[in-house]
């Protein structure tokens, strides 16, 4: 077989077809029964680990266990995986040339096959039988399990018997250091190049590995909202930041630039073990949906997980994540492992990574810091290295930021003007302001509610103790995405990306030719059996004045001919191959919408309720016309740029909505209601069992995001109703006001609105935010069983649960009348939901109707929105826009 020649712009993830018998299943370590798991629902936020709903837990636990979630019918092994990736331009021919030259220079040895205890001398002699077929092994064992270009292979994988007498003399013996790992990363990928750019063309170097500054602290810029403790081992970062000069030994590498070390300048992430190398792959992937927060533009990411003589190369994208691994023992996967480095280091992201509309530019971001003190620990390394420079630990910073660090001791502003030996200065983002009240000491501690002063819409919190250090203001060399299909980009508005699932990012851009009109456009990776509902809900509701946003048209426009899959773009499996293997495709997909307000930038309570009514209509509305939404939650509902506005609210994110068919009973009377959802409910009892054994029947008939999600939807065997969907804007109503501490100022309101409500790069979480109380949580946390319990309790108990949350809500907010008003609102609707309470005082859970719910919020609209009642509040209205008597307007 000859493979192909690369075409200049030719892609390198899309082929004709993939070797299939390459591939398969893997289970992680300790998931066995994981392919099987029915409760891995990606449009759920409680294992999504991303956007979570303001009032949820942010911690590292929560991120933690999202590659376990994610793993079920998403993860494949696959022994094809690099040539893959990096075939159509780095092709077996090529690297084959590339491991004969190595192998002639020492680079990699070849053991006496006959006299083991002997090296074969590899000095060039290129006629050696031995070292002839050694390199024809590699090459046919590369060959065998590489993907599928051109006229099948007369030897499958079972048939070449793969040599295992390679040895790479400088690969770091146990334990494997990062430092070194790097340097013979560095050194090997530096010779591969200069042997194979003789047959390239317009190729060049672009990146190379380097280790992080410190070991100690996570890298800035990783996770914006969530800050989790990020500290990978090895990063590939782009040779624009090194240093030009090298180190003693001759390497080119040089010290890297500290300003890229962040999330957004990586392009690949690892981690490094002496022994357990499983537990570095699930690090890795960790690092992995890191990298996608920080970068959520990329349609895919990459990793390593390194351990003695082995490397494991893993690939994530919205459908899952392929797995291969490189024994650098063996022929096989040394040729691999040489078409790895080739790849990594010489190809373009447009080429690579990348969505090809998304254009990126290089910003310096400012960062808030802290310079905190902490003892010296004997790990510590001085400086930051993808060099071989010796690496004795010192007295001196150790941070990515360490000139800075040292500036600092010695300035006005800061308490600790001199310091001993045995302490040293660390810089860290001040989005990671330390939880204990021992702040020099506990480095690792870091609180999740209390996030950075440098947001515009964020105030500075109340006394945090630390007493040892200073804050100052750092800059990162960030890359940040400036155009999308052909608008300017104002920043991100929302950003849900994990690895696996829909990966929901929403930009606020400018409307062309319109300097301040604004769009949302949002990205979503669809199951394409799904991808056209969407677009028939836009198309029905273009035109129309109602509560429901529509799609704008010239980015449909733009959008039809750049169709990305996962699998038949990304992956290059053929239809019948991914539909064989079970596998879910996922299509890209984008729409634009006239920007809204989202809930967050509420400006009152009254603001709020009138937008949750304007949703619930939309909801109304779109259900008599045969669409039913299934995944209603407060971050789906946004609210009106102005309070002149004819709707205050609306309904948007139609990724999971399917065609209704109204037959009467839906919003007829009670009676009807519930005798059709039993009806319904009996007729699914039967096959639930066959179901639990299929995730994607299970996923499309629980859907929604858990704290929303109505008690029939967890029961799971359920086919969603329009009542679900009313019972979803009732947990709305009632977990509103336990996510916030109060409204925005004025002032930070009007900054948001001239912003399009954009998220601003390391601003950490708003501080408004608020963290559910305990008997909330449970909404959120645990099983499906046990949420549905939790729910079942609050209808059972009606009244201990208002007195619950009237008491909690009283020690949160100053205006003690306004939150009695809105405890009033929450009984009326919660009374629309529950029977009379029987003998034993239980009520019991029944559904109610849209008109139900929307009579509730008309009638407290009516009391306590009037004049008369506003006139006795204070303080309970920060709308900055005024009507024409000059009084702010509700």
């Known amino acids: 077989m000859t493979t192909a020649t690369p075409t200049a712009g030719a892609s390198t993830a899309t082929y004709l077809r993939r070797n299939i018998k390459c591939i398969s299943w893997w289970h992680r370590r300790n998931d066995p029964a994981g392919s099987l798991r029915s409760d891995a629902q990606s449009t759920s936020m409680k294992l999504s680990g991303s956007n979570r709903t303001p009032g949820e837990r942010h911690t590292t636990g929560a991120v933690d266990d999202v590659p376990v979630h994610q793993s079920p019918r998403g993860q494949l092994f696959s022994r094809d995986l690099v040539d893959n990736v990096f075939g159509a331009i780095i092709t077996t021919d090529l690297a084959r040339i590339v491991l004969e030259g190595l192998v002639k220079s020492g680079t990699v040895n070849l053991d006496n096959v006959e006299r083991p205890h002997k090296r074969r001398k590899c000095d060039g002699a290129s006629g050696s039988n031995l070292f002839a077929a050694s390199i024809t092994n590699a090459f046919d064992v590369a060959r065998a399990r590489a993907c599928i270009r051109s006229p099948p292979l007369e030897k499958q994988p079972g048939d070449v018997r793969e040599e295992k007498s390679w040895r790479w003399p400088t690969f770091p013996r146990k334990p494997v250091d990062e430092y070194l790992l790097v340097d013979f990363l560095n050194l090997v990928m530096e010779e591969c190049i200069c042997i194979a750019l003789p047959h390239l063309h317009n190729h060049t170097q672009l990146f190379r590995f380097a280790a992080p500054t410190n070991k100690h602290h996570a890298f800035p810029l990783s996770y914006e909202a969530d800050d989790q403790d990020l500290r990978p081992d090895v990063v590939l970062l782009p040779i624009t930041s090194f240093n030009d000069k090298g180190d003693k030994k001759g390497t080119r590498c040089g010290t890297v630039n500290e300003k890229y070390l962040n999330f957004t300048a990586i392009r690949l992430i690892g981690e490094s073990k002496s022994k357990y190398h499983a537990d570095g792959v699930t690090q890795a992937i960790r690092y992995m949906r890191g990298t996608k927060r920080a970068q959520p533009w990329l349609r895919y990411v990459l990793g390593l997980a390194i351990s003695y003589h082995k490397i494991s190369f893993i690939r994530g994208d919205p459908a899952g994540t392929e797995y291969t691994d490189l024994n650098l023992n063996t022929s096989g996967g040394s040729l691999e492992f040489v078409q790895l480095l080739l790849g990594l280091g010489l190809l373009h992201d447009k080429e690579l990574l990348t969505n090809p509309n998304t254009d990126l530019v290089e910003k310096e971001v400012k960062v808030k810091a802290s310079a905190i003190r902490e003892p010296l620990t004997s790990r510590s390394r001085a400086t930051s290295h993808a060099s071989t420079e010796p690496r004795a630990s010192t007295s001196s910073c150790s941070t990515p930021l360490s000139s800075l660090s040292r500036s600092i001791q010695r300035s006005p502003f800061s308490n600790n003007y001199s310091r001993s030996s045995s302490e040293r200065n660390y810089l860290v983002p001040s989005s990671r302001v330390l939880r204990s009240s021992n702040a020099s000491t506990s480095p690792k501690k870091r609180s999740y509610d209390q996030i950075d002063d440098g947001h515009p819409f964020v105030r500075p919190l109340a006394a945090v103790s630390q007493p040892e250090s200073s804050t100052i203001e750092v800059t990162m060399r960030a890359r940040i995405p400036a155009k999308v299909y052909g608008y300017d980009i104002e920043g991100i508005i929302s950003n849900a990306c994990s690895i696996r699932g829909r990966n929901t990012l929403v930009y606020a851009v400018r409307k062309p030719g319109k300097l301040k009109a604004f769009l949302a456009l949002k990205l979503s990776w669809q199951l394409a059996r799904r991808t056209g509902i969407e677009k028939e809900v836009y198309d029905l509701i273009k035109g129309k004045s109602i509560n429901v946003l529509a799609s704008d048209d010239v980015l449909q426009g733009r959008f039809s001919s750049t169709r990305d899959s996962t699998l038949e773009k990304i992956r290059g499996f053929t239809k019948e191959q991914y539909t064989s293997l079970g596998l879910e495709e996922r299509i890209l997909n984008a729409s634009a919408v006239d920007l809204k307000r989202p809930v967050r930038f509420f400006w009152s309570i009254h603001d709020f309720v009138m937008g949750v009514r304007g949703a619930l209509l939309g909801h109304q509305w779109l259900v008599g016309q045969g669409f039913l939404h299934r995944d209603i939650s407060e971050n789906n509902i946004v609210l009106a740029l102005r309070p002149t506005e004819p709707q205050r609210g609306y309904l948007i994110d139609f990724d999971m909505a399917v065609h209704y068919k109204e037959d009467g009973g839906a919003q007829g009377d009670q009676a009807t209601l519930e005798a059709r959802i039993e009806a319904i409910r009996q007729e699914i009892k039967k096959g639930v069992e066959e179901q ?131 405890n009033v609102l929450l009984f009326d609707a919660l009374a629309k939901f529950i029977t009379v309470p029987d003998e034993q005082g239980q009520a019991q859970h029944r559904s109610a109707t849209h008109d139900e719910l929307v009579g509730a919020l008309d009638e407290w609209l009516k009391e306590y929105l009037s004049d008369e009642y506003l006139e006795k509040l204070s303080d309970y209205n920060k709308c900055p826009f005024k009507d024409a008597q000059g009084r702010y307007m509700v």
């Not at 009542?723 to 109060?742: I, M, T």
């Not at 309101?749 to 935010?769: C, N, T």
Request: charge should be neutral; include cysteine.
């Open 692 to 822: 639990k054994l299929d995730h994607d029947k299970c996923a499309e008939r629980r859907t929604g995001t858990t704290p929303y999600m109505s008690l029939n939807v967890l029961t799971g065997g359920h086919i969603h109703c329009p009542a679900d969907d009313v019972e979803s804007f009732l947990y709305v109503l009632l977990l509103f006001p336990f996510s916030y501490r109060h409204s925005l100022e004025r002032e930070e309101l009007i900054l948001a609105d001239e912003r399009g409500f954009a998220h601003i790069i390391a601003s950490g979480r708003p501080v408004h935010l608020a963290q559910w109380p305990a008997f909330l949580l449970a909404f959120s946390e645990g099983t499906f069983s046990s949420i549905e319990g939790a729910k079942r309790n609050m209808f059972a108990r009606p009244l201990k649960f208002l007195r619950d949350a009237h008491r909690e809500l009283m020690m949160r907010f100053a205006n003690k009348e306004l939150i009695t008003a809105y």
